[in-house]
């Protein structure tokens, strides 16, 4: 026999309640709380508590209004009967023997005393009415009324020894503050379940019971209270559970309870903190599921962490190539701008060259003109020195010799002339030629680094393409990244999913087989190794004994032997 086979109480069984899960197998539902057994227990009352009837949350017809206003009329007239039985004999009681001086000052405390009742009575069944009551305020409206009642008894207490008659008459004289009080317990209770007809009724103990069983029934009524089970058949179907699954554990271990594991004795080690049967059996299994979803929350965060470090690396490497290429961009564009520049001004120095040749090559033919204008001018005076001769041919003879020499000192100078405006000319011709080589020179510079200057730009715009082409690679390799993150969680969620199934198919064919703790838990054990691969070597024995529960190393090396005999006679889950 199994825990999961364990007898059920002698109560009638609720279809709607579900069977105990086994220790070491698939938790299952306990109960209807939907609270986990491992945080703060849900008590399975507080679904089932109550006597199972909702509150109407209809208005009131009008009869029913009628007669709720004949009620609080009615009230009101009990407790002004109340207040007039009780205000004589209290005030002549409290002149007389409280010592209050005078009958006036005795009038003024029973008035205090009634009034203060009133008063906590009307808060009371105001902040009731607005669904905020006040739980507390009740016990000084009782201490007050009871000792109205002792003061009204003892006004009328004898002189000499109590007869039976007296104490009718003592008891007479609290008739009407407690009838009041109980209509006034009761219209609270009433305003309650009418603004809050959703809330559990509270089952009472019957007084049968707080007779025959006192100290059983203490204990029951302080769990109730202490763990908000509002339903009493909840209670004792719980004692009873409780009852049965211990008497199951003697039979099993032969009387002896010790034997058992601390799993099978978690239903009496945590009765008195409220949990059933069937959520202190749920307990390991629920423990160890959240501690699995924890671990695996923390390496779904680790690897999220581990995803936004690489986009964050893959982000900031794309700036710095970005910001890397605005300056190569901009530094290429100043390198134009410096070209264009220092072209310009070459440009100029080799324009002012070309007006300064052109100016020199017009002072030269100026010169030239010059010295054809004394060629012309010395011509025509030859002419004159000529026409001189033939007309002062009989002057002098020697005139005429004095004009050859003349003439050949002219010549002279004329061939001299010649000679140096040929050289000039020779000259000018070369600077020329050489002023329009170094233009050329000039205009060659200028075309090399204007072809530099584009160079250097559309290496800029190669330079931003390829920018470009890796942010876009990084970004695709952040989409990749997470990609396979989504992946690879949703592969590991089928294989928990898929394990789980595998897990749950082997206990109910456990739990059908009625196998025997050991027989399942080295079934257990090989289906640990078929998930870490099939090899019974790669399944660490700290695992198994983790898994089951096993201190003992030789145990779980015990359990991992017979698993792998098992798995080599051909078992399969």
Known sequence: MTITDWPQTAVEHDPDASAPAAVSGTPQPVSRTTS??????GFASEAESGTGTDGSTAKLTGTQKWTAGAIVVAALVLAGIGLYLSFEHVAEFAFEELRFGSLGKGQLFAVGVDVGIMVMIAVDLLMA????????????VWLLTASTVVLN??????????????????????????????VVELGRDAI?????PEQAERDSIPWLRWILAPIATSRIFRRMRLWGVTSYPEMIRRDQQLIAY?????????GDISKASEDELLPMKMAPYGYNVDQALAMPDAQEQAAAERAEEAERRRLDAETRSEVAKAESAAERLRAQGKVELVQAEVEGQTGQARAHARAQVSAAERAAALEQDALDQAVIAE??????????????EHEAKAAADLRAAGLERQAAEKRKEAAEADRVAAAEAQAIETQTIAEARK????ADRRAAETEKTAAETRWAAAEADRKKAEEDRLQEVALADAARVKQEAAEAEKAAAETRRAAAEIEQRAVEAEDVAKL???????????????????????????DIQHDLAVTSPGTASEYRQEAAELLAGGYRP
């Open 36 to 41: 986990p057994v491992s945080g703060t227990p």
């Open 153 to 182: 008894a003892a006004s009328g207490a004898p002189e000499a020894a109590w007869k039976l008659l007296d104490y009718v008459a003592a008891g007479a004289h609290g008739v009407v503050p407690v009838l009041f009080i109980t």
């Open 192 to 196: 309650d379940r009418v603004v809050r």
């Open 371 to 384: 010295a054809r204008a004394r060629e012309a001018e010395a011509e025509r005076k030859e002419a004159d």
């Open 435 to 438: 002023a329009a080589a170094e």
């Open 246 to 254: 211990e008497q199951w554990l003697k039979r099993k271990y032969e």
């Open 129 to 140: 009415w607005l669904k905020r009551p006040i739980s507390w305020i009740r016990y000084p």
């Open 516 to 542: 025997k703790p050991r027989e399942r838990a080295v079934r257990r054990v090989a289906r640990m190794i078929l998930v870490a691969g099939g090899d019974a070597d790669r399944l660490p024995l700290a």
